[in-house]
């Protein structure tokens, strides 16, 4: 070829090659893409990560860095928003060159994976686990009986309040239902809508009430069967659930249906509501000001017979089944199960997860030590609605409790509708 | 009379504008408000804080410089390329007496018509087994295929109504199609190639599906999808996404602005004939 003056034959030839080229890749299938961005064998781990915020994505960072320090593969970081991670780690998961190391969800959600034969079996790496706790075990432990996540912090869920408003109302935090309602009524006669919620845009708000009801009067076991497939959402015990929620559903924040609970969040620091059942990364959103005026209570026990059941969604790793060093990948999430890597990402992130490592130290604030001591002393321990499930499941939750919060006396309907909903998801 | 007339129209027409532009003006404030006032008082309060660091904080965080390049390395290709083919094909369909043109034009017109959904998984396989998945490569060959169809489709409709006599003379002049095309009609179709290049520089840079479909790395992504990165897991700044949203709205205002007359008188093209 001379230059620019390449005749027609030589261009000929030239999109001759251009079409083998593409054609060779095409014929391998999807065994083996070449060069689409991995790191293939070079001693590099890729962890994918959906924390996003500003200070979670600033502790991932430190906790690649100390990594990295340590020697072996060096793992480099990938931050994707939260919400695009979501929907796209199905794909991550399926492509030919996937990612090596995910954060992501204990439990079913983690398993839903695991049954279609996607995920690493880290058996080996919970070998040096030996003091996680039993629950910690079951909610790494696939339905195949294989290990195939490692779990490194966990949050809780509890009732909020604000100290001072508490103490100018007269109330103090109730313990059984009966107080609760007591508590309820106060607030209300003060001309506050005693319970907060925000449910516009964020209606899996909802069933944080749905879980705890149920596992309050039914208890864990059978809120986890119903979950998984294995109950009836118009089971009588499941109406009893509804029954139970309307005694207090007049104190319910009437203006909580339009907006998202990080609204729902200022309405009960500014004092318009006076308690909001909710996960502590609610704290985020709240002025540093207003942390320290804040408490919670233990959700208020309905039926003492019930062995205690609390939230404590687990988050934590899984590592793809296609990875390229599967010896590397399971040297770095034995070191994510230590103490010292648990606590690198506690301390630097927002300050109210707890290391899943018991030995490993969390903030020395009261409220994280009141809600590391709720979570320890509770018998059994729920996910959340859609890591107990699936997030298909969640949906049909939200429809069937926003309609129950908009008409309570079509309980029967609701149920058989969501029934209906859950039974497709299931068949699904 | 008339002066009532044109008080009531000019009241009328600015309460409308505003109501047009109050959201935007909204986002604005929004975007100079401090965090704790915003957890404090809500998004819906008036604004009692008034900060630059939520621009300082959005321009770090999301790293949005690295983001607008990004955005703008894929956007200026796909257009050029994109409006390049569809005006080649479009000259060569309008003025040309090529067999089943009508057939080509219209098929390229119904994979227009086919919802973008439902060839997110098609697409991401296809790139991936090609092996160009996450890369900038890939988006600009998503957009100028999607682009394609319509370009052609717009630019045809210009190029058919130029008179057949300029090509003529051209021709006795001793040009060939390619010169023709160079020298004549391109220059001809200014008008409707500014208006479109406004229209498709837009669609692309705002465009969020085709990038998160095809781009895995955090550091490969648009703006769009940089922008949904300030949203937390469970809680968000709003005042940093607004501002966030501010600054990556810049390049489509200024693109707009200096297509601005071409903007508007290509919306007419091929209403009239």
Redo the contacts between chains.
């Keep these: 070829m001379t230059g620019l003056a390449a005749d027609r034959r030589t261009f000929l030839k030239g999109l001759g090659v251009l079409g083998a080229a593409?054609l060779v890749?095409?014929c391998a299938?999807?065994t083996s893409?070449?060069?689409?961005?991995g790191s293939a064998a070079t001693g590099e781990l890729s962890l994918?990560s959906?924390?996003?915020?500003?200070q979670?994505?600033g502790a991932m960072e430190k906790l690649v860095a100390a990594y990295n320090k340590t020697g072996g593969a060096q793992v480099e970081l990938?931050?994707?928003?939260?919400?695009?991670y979501r929907?796209?780690l199905p794909?991550?998961l399926t492509?030919?060159?996937p990612?090596d190391v995910y954060t992501w969800y204990a439990g079913s959600v983690a398993d839903s994976y695991a049954k279609k034969d996607l995920l690493l079996d880290v058996s080996s790496v919970w070998e040096g686990m030996g003091n996680y706790s039993k629950a910690m075990q079951t909610l790494s432990t696939s339905s195949a009986g294989q290990k195939i996540f490692v779990p490194t912090s966990y949050y809780w869920w509890g009732m909020f309040y604000r100290k001072s408003n508490f103490a100018k109302w007269g109330v103090t935090p109730p313990k059984t239902w009966e107080e609760f309602l007591a508590v309820c009524k106060t607030i209300q006669s003060k001309g506050v809508p005693p319970i907060g919620i925000g449910l516009g845009d964020t209606p899996w708000v909802a069933s944080a009430w749905f879980d705890y009801l149920n596992i309050r009067i039914n208890g864990a076991p059978f809120h986890r069967d119903l979950l998984a497939g294995r109950g009836r959402f118009d089971d009588p015990k499941v109406k009893a659930v509804f029954t139970k929620w309307q005694e207090v559903l007049p104190y319910f924040d009437p203006k909580g249906k339009s907006?998202p609970?990080?609204?729902a969040?200022?309405?009960l620091?500014?004092g318009k509501t006076g308690m909001f059942l909710i996960?502590t990364?609610?704290a985020?959103?709240?002025?540093?000001?207003?942390l320290d005026d804040i408490d919670f209570f233990q959700f208020p026990i309905i039926d003492p017979a019930v062995p205690v059941a609390e939230e404590a969604p687990t988050d934590g790793y899984f590592a793809s089944k296609k990875v390229k060093d599967p010896e590397g990948v399971k040297k770095f999430m034995a070191w994510l199960a230590t103490a010292e890597a648990q606590e690198i990402y506690v301390q630097s992130s927002s300050g109210t997860a707890i290391p899943a490592n018991p030995d490993g130290k969390s903030a020395d604030t009261p409220l994280v030590q009141k809600g590391k001591a709720m979570i320890e002393s509770a018998a059994e321990l729920t996910q959340f609605f859609n890591r107990d499930s699936s997030d298909a499941l969640q949906p049909t939750a939200d429809a069937a409790l926003t309609k129950f919060l908009d008409k309570p006396d079509q309980i029967d309907d609701i149920l058989k509708t969501w029934q209906a909903a859950a039974e497709k998801v299931f068949k699904a | 009379m008339n002066r009532l007339k044109t008080t009531g129209y000019h009241l009328s027409m600015g309460l409308i504008s505003f109501l047009w532009i109050a959201p935007i003006l909204w986002v604005i404030v929004i975007s100079f408000r401090s965090?704790?006032d915003v957890?404090?008082?809500?998004?819906g309060s008036l604004p009692r804080s008034f900060t630059f660091s939520t621009y300082v904080?959005a321009w770090q965080?999301a790293d949005e410089f690295r983001a607008l390049i990004n955005s703008l390395l894929v956007t200026i290709p796909a257009v050029l390329l994109s409006l390049g083919l569809a005006s080649i094909a479009a000259y060569g369909l309008a003025r040309y007496n090529i067999p089943f043109r009508r057939t080509v034009l219209l098929l390229m017109l119904m994979g227009n018509l086919l919802p973008p959904q439902i060839l997110l998984?098609p697409i991401?396989?296809f790139v991936?087994?090609?092996?160009?998945?996450?890369?900038l490569i890939a988006l600009i060959a998503v957009h100028v295929g999607f682009g394609l169809g319509f370009y052609t489709f717009v630019l045809h409709g210009f190029m058919r109504d130029l008179p057949k006599e300029i090509q003529e003379a051209a021709t006795i002049d001793g040009a060939g199609p390619g010169k023709i095309y160079a020298s004549v009609i391109l220059p001809l179709t200014r008008p409707a190639m500014a208006a479109l290049g406004a229209l498709s520089f837009t669609w692309i840079f705002n465009d969020l599906l085709w990038s998160?479909t095809v781009i895995?790395?955090?550091?490969k992504?648009p703006v769009t999808?940089?922008l949904?990165?300030?949203?937390?897991?469970?809680?968000?700044?709003w005042n940093?996404i607004a501002a966030g949203t501010v600054i990556a709205a810049v390049p489509t205002v200024a693109v707009f602005l200096r297509f601005q007359k071409h903007f508007v008188g290509g919306l007419a093209i091929g209403a009239v004939k």
């Design positions: 593409a890749p095409g299938t999807s893409s070449p060069g689409s961005g994918q959906n924390l996003s915020a500003e979670a994505k990938n931050t994707v928003a939260s919400e695009i929907t796209q794909t991550y492509s030919a060159n990612p907006f609970f990080q609204e969040t200022s309405a620091l500014g996960g990364f609610f985020d959103s709240a002025p540093k000001d207003a | 965090f704790d957890a404090a008082n809500g998004l904080q965080d998984i991401s396989r991936e087994l090609i092996g160009y998945y996450d890369t998160i895995r790395s955090g550091e992504m999808p940089a949904l990165g300030l949203q937390g897991l469970f809680v968000s700044s940093v």
